[in-house]
T-cell receptor
Framework: GENVEQHPSTLSVQEGDSAVIKCTYS??????FPWYKQELGKRPQLIID?????GEKKDQRIAVTLNKTAKQFSLHITETQPEDSAVYFC?????????????FGKGTKLSVKP | NAGVTQTPKFQVLKTGQSMTLQCAQD?????MYWYRQDPGMGLRLIYY???????DKGEVPNGYNVSRLNKREFSLRLESAAPSQTSVYFC?????????????FGPGTRLTVL
């Protein structure tokens, strides 16, 4: 079955710097890759997602890139702010087929220092 | 719309006790999920219901049972709680399991088993 590896497990940056979180997946059939943000004590919430027919997607300060050859996708946050501090989870699934469940990475705790 | 709601928010059980976690969604979603979240382990799928009337095991189903009561409600039951089941439990729902759409999470239930 699918396995998703996420790195790093913790990341500390200065306010205004960029942050990059990387995930690799094992199942070449995976075609949907969402990213969730979980603030302390809160529920996970979707911040951006990408499908395999697209190489990059942006939404203001966040972007996700996908490299299907390497089976890797990454979250990029530019001009980080203290409110970006949270745990970020990547996930992978296969839509349109029989296996639609999300497989999550173990999370990255991002700390943005003012 | 309330989205996804869960009860209770907190619960303390003694080993061997039973309890049911309740989840409801008002978004007319077909698919519902139960996850557990442990430190450093990400979100692991316990059971899911692809549509009303169906339930299936996820990654970590042992010690749990579920009921899809109707389209809105999906409950998780612990028949004989064990300390290893101490965790935060999240319910989630989405339009359709294989559609590659956002999963909406409930606020979570923090369960401690003594």
């Amino acid at each position: 079955g699918e396995n998703v590896e996420q790195h790093p497990s913790t990341l500390s940056v200065q306010e205004g710097d960029s942050a990059v979180i990387k995930c690799t997946y094992s199942d070449s059939a995976s075609n949907y890759f969402p990213w969730y943000k979980q603030e302390l004590g809160k529920r996970p919430q979707l911040i951006i997602d990408i499908r395999s027919n697209v190489g990059e997607k942006k939404d203001q300060r966040i972007a996700v890139t996908l490299n299907k050859t390497a089976k890797q996708f990454s979250l990029h946050i530019t001009e980080t702010q203290p409110e970006d501090s949270a745990v970020y989870f990547c996930a992978a699934s296969t839509y349109g087929g029989s296996q639609g469940n999300l497989i999550f990475g173990k999370g990255t705790k991002l700390s943005v220092k003012p | 719309n309330a989205g996804v709601t869960q009860t209770p928010k907190f619960q303390v059980l003694k080993t061997g006790q039973s309890m049911t976690l309740q989840c409801a969604q008002d978004m007319n979603h077909n698919s519902m999920y139960w996850y557990r979240q442990d430190p450093g382990m990400g979100l692991r799928l316990i059971y899911y219901s692809a549509s009303e009337g169906t339930t299936d095991k996820g990654e970590v189903p042992n010690g749990y049972n579920v009921s899809r009561l109707n389209k809105r409600e999906f409950s998780l039951r612990l028949e004989s709680a064990a300390p290893s089941q101490t965790s935060v439990y999240f319910c989630a729902s989405t339009t359709g399991r294989t559609l590659g759409r956002e999963q909406f999470f409930g606020p979570g239930t923090r369960l401690t088993v003594l």
